[in-house]
């Protein structure tokens, strides 16, 4: 192979190598944002910038190659600026290592106290004999320093980043995270060789870089260091993306059961207020049709008791009144007593129909709504009209009483507050619901203002006498432009009533 195919190769190699570790860096640097995370942000940030900064290194080692090659000679600042961006990087990976290693729950493991026994002892070795080499004279400075930089940092760095990876693979392992616990594992095992390569520096004259270096791999194997070295970092590339896209895929899982469990409870709390809804209404009902049953109960003690009583009163008055006609005096008071018991009946009369008026049962709605505005409205001189729509027909009693309800109650409403004399009254009946509306042209009123008690009572009852059966209640006014009031109540709440 001819030297320019040769450069090339090289120079491909050493892209990829500085592409793989530079978007490992990039991965671990997002994967820092994120929660729950691969690890701990402050664990995987010396990771990020490891893979970052060796990348950059990598492609500068590039740049420095190819004027080598060309034959230009190049400031010297730049290869040591190579050589302390190669050092910072393998730093950095130190910092991870201890950090991985002084987390983990498995540091006191007898495998792992071996290897870092092995580890302080090749350091020891390569002080010595870096020591050595120094006095005897015979350094290169720029080779020497390159070969202490992958001895001192490069190996220790590398054999730690394994060692913690393969840790939090165990930890993984232990939590049942068995496809985090392969992709962290394949990571360590790149980490590992990867260390191990660093062994093979450029030749240097001190041990063991005399024999065991660079020159010395290609010549048995036929292969460049650098092709082992990228085929390593291209490993751990993998195998760290892999573990961030397997905890995203856990993220994911973990907010789609979030949201399941939301989801399931909100349906539980939508089914708890449809109850509760439910009960609302069906105490309401129970409520309304007490009342009625208690006002009916009273209606009928005062007529049948109480009517009775003042009939009897009447009838024997009117016997005094023969039994006196000789003693004016008396005939007097007798006629006075006689014209108070008319007016006491005529007010239990009006009470009694106030309770319970009894032609709501015998006759039904609509002629109780023309004998309410007759007996109540006309005489004060109101116009109170009553228009029916559709085929009329008996409705439950309980319907009946609360449509009559709020037509007296707004009615009411309308002489007291509307400031007219005029109100329409439509009853619809249709085979879909019933409804009412009464409609004025007062003076209105605006329905979202909130009104203190007593203040807006009425319109609190009406409306909690619809709903007890079912029905809903509109309000559509705006001062100065009247009020009409609609209650219905569909055909289906009628056959649950």
């Given at each position: ?108 493991a007898p495998m792992a106290a071996l290897g870092l026994g092995i580890l302080a002892i090749f350091i020891l070795v390569i002080v010595i004999n870096a020591v050595v080499a120094y006095q005897a004279g015979q350094v290169i400075w720029l080779r020497f320093t390159d070969a202490l930089i992958r001895y001192l940092l490069a190996v220790p760095g590398a054999l730690l980043a394994a060692q913690g990876l393969h ?173 108070l018991s008319r007016q006491m009946s005529q007010g239990l009369y009006h009470l009694v129909h106030d309770l319970r008026p009894a032609q709501l049962d015998d006759l039904g709605l609509v002629p109780t709504l023309n004998y309410l505005f007759e007996r109540d409205f006309s005489p004060k001189g109101f116009d109170i009209s009553l228009d029916v729509h559709g085929e009329v027909r008996r409705l439950d009693p ?100």
């Amino acid at each position: 192979m001819s030297d320019t195919g040769l450069h090339f190769d090289i120079l491909i190699v050493f892209f990829i190598y500085g592409a793989a570790f530079f978007t490992m860096g990039l991965a671990m640097a997002l994967e820092t944002s994120r929660s729950p995370s691969l690890a701990a942000a402050n664990l995987l940030r010396p990771l990020a910038a490891f893979g970052l900064l060796h990348g950059l290194h990598e492609w500068l080692e590039i740049f420095l190659l190819q004027f080598v090659w060309l034959g230009v000679k190049l400031p010297d600042w730049l290869s040591w600026a190579r050589l302390g961006l190669l050092a910072i990087s393998f730093a950095v990976l130190i910092h991870y290592g201890v950090q991985a290693f002084r987390l983990s729950k498995r540091k006191s493991a007898p495998m792992a106290a071996l290897g870092l026994g092995i580890l302080a002892i090749f350091i020891l070795v390569i002080v010595i004999n870096a020591v050595v080499a120094y006095q005897a004279g015979q350094v290169i400075w720029l080779r020497f320093t390159d070969a202490l930089i992958r001895y001192l940092l490069a190996v220790p760095g590398a054999l730690l980043a394994a060692q913690g990876l393969h840790f939090q693979g165990l930890a993984a392992k232990a939590e049942g995270r068995r496809p985090l616990e392969v992709s962290l594992q394949w990571a360590a095992l790149g980490f590992g060789i990867y260390g191990l390569t660093q062994i093979f520096v450029n030749p240097v004259d001190m041990f063991p870089a005399r024999w065991i270096n660079a020159d010395a791999f290609l010549a048995v194997t036929g292969l460049p260091i650098q092709v082992i070295r990228s085929a390593m970092a291209i490993l751990v590339m993998i195998g760290t993306i892999r573990a961030t896209q397997v905890v995203e895929t856990e993220r994911q899982n973990q907010l789609l059961a979030t949201q399941q469990a939301r989801l399931e409870a909100l349906e539980q709390i939508q089914v708890e207020l449809t109850k509760r809804e439910a009960l609302r209404r069906a105490l309401l009902r129970h409520t309304v049709r007490a009342q009625e049953d208690e006002r009916a109960r009273i209606a009928r003690e005062l007529h049948d008791e109480t009517a009775q009583i003042l009939s009897a009163f009447a009838l024997d008055l009117a016997t005094l009144q023969n039994t006196l006609h000789g003693h004016p005096d008396a005939v007097m008071l007798i006629e006075r007593l006689q014209t108070l018991s008319r007016q006491m009946s005529q007010g239990l009369y009006h009470l009694v129909h106030d309770l319970r008026p009894a032609q709501l049962d015998d006759l039904g709605l609509v002629p109780t709504l023309n004998y309410l505005f007759e007996r109540d409205f006309s005489p004060k001189g109101f116009d109170i009209s009553l228009d029916v729509h559709g085929e009329v027909r008996r409705l439950d009693p309980i319907l009946e009483t609360v449509f009559f309800r709020v037509a007296q109650e707004a009615i009411t409403n309308v002489v007291r507050h509307a400031k007219t004399k005029k109100a329409q009254i439509q009853l619809e009946y249709t085979p879909e619901q019933t409804a009412l509306r009464v409609i004025d042209s007062g003076i209105g009123f605006d329905p979202t203002e909130t009104f203190n008690p007593p203040r807006g009572w009425g319109l609190a009852g009406m409306r909690e006498r619809v709903e007890s059966v079912g029905g809903k209640l509109r309000i559509q006014s705006a001062p100065g432009e009247g009020t009409t009031i609609e209650v219905v109540v569909p055909f289906s709440a009628q056959l649950l009533s």
